[in-house]
T-cell receptor, first 111, second 113 residues
Framework: GQQLNQSPQSMFIQEGEDVSMNCTSSSIFNTWLWYKQDPGEGPVLLIALYKAGELTSNGRLTAQFGITRKDSFLNISASIPSDVGIYFCAARNSGYSTLTFGKGTMLLVSP | DADVTQTPRNRITKTGKRIMLECSQTKGHDRMYWYRQDPGLGLRLIYYSFDVKDINKGEISDGYSVSRQAQAKFSLSLESAIPNQTALYFC????????????FGDGTRLSIL
């Protein structure tokens, strides 16, 4: 089946640093999504990308839909302690298909 | 109130017991999903339903069953629980008409002894 390879698995950074994580696949997707999961809660949508090459920002977060439609990255600028959590990429082919999730990147931020 | 509510939030039970996890939503979405989360494995789809009369198996449906009682309710059952079904379970919903991303509940932590 389709798989998303998300890296890195985990990151431990200092407050104020920038963070970059990415997701790659051997399959083509038409939608890429990035979710964040706080401890004890369900994933919450951060950014949705619907067009190859699209670059979208949400506050300190920026994500891009790769031009080949096989990858996406998420950048977090000037990290703060509340950025701690697990970040998941997800992708799908169409509105009638289900999501495939990456295995997640655990982010820890030291004050 | 939460848009997607899962009950119970935590459950400890014994091997062989039948368990039902329930999900209800107030978002008016037609699509509902059940996922399982294990450490290091991400979210894996168990079952999904695109409307009340539609039920589909996901990636890991063996040992599970579902019921879509109404547009707003989607329950997951473990007929005879086994320890390797210990995990965090999430319900999610989406609006098929607008093709929007999924919204998740806060999860049910299930432990099977």
């Amino acid at each position: 089946g389709q798989q998303l390879n998300q890296s890195p698995q985990s990151m431990f950074i200092q407050e104020g640093e920038d963070v970059s994580m990415n997701c790659t696949s051997s399959s083509i997707f038409n939608t890429w999504l990035w979710y964040k999961q706080d401890p004890g809660e369900g994933p919450v949508l951060l950014i949705a990308l619907y067009k190859a090459g699209e670059l979208t920002s949400n506050g300190r977060l920026t994500a891009q839909f790769g031009i080949t439609r096989k990858d996406s990255f998420l950048n977090i600028s000037a990290s703060i302690p509340s950025d701690v959590g697990i970040y998941f990429c997800a992708a799908r082919n169409s509105g009638y298909s289900t999501l495939t999730f990456g295995k997640g990147t655990m982010l820890l931020v030291s004050p | 109130d939460a848009d997607v509510t899962q009950t119970p939030r935590n459950r400890i039970t014994k091997t062989g017991k039948r368990i039902m996890l329930e999900c209800s939503q107030t978002k008016g979405h037609d699509r509902m999903y059940w996922y399982r989360q294990d450490p290091g494995l991400g979210l894996r789809l168990i079952y999904y339903s695109f409307d009340v009369k539609d039920i589909n198996k996901g990636e890991i449906s063996d040992g599970y069953s579902v019921s879509r009682q109404a547009q707003a309710k989607f329950s997951l059952s473990l007929e005879s629980a086994i320890p390797n079904q210990t995990a965090l379970y999430f319900c999610a919903t989406s609006d098929g008409y607008s093709n929007q991303p999924q919204h998740f509940g806060d999860g049910t932590r299930l432990s099977i002894l």
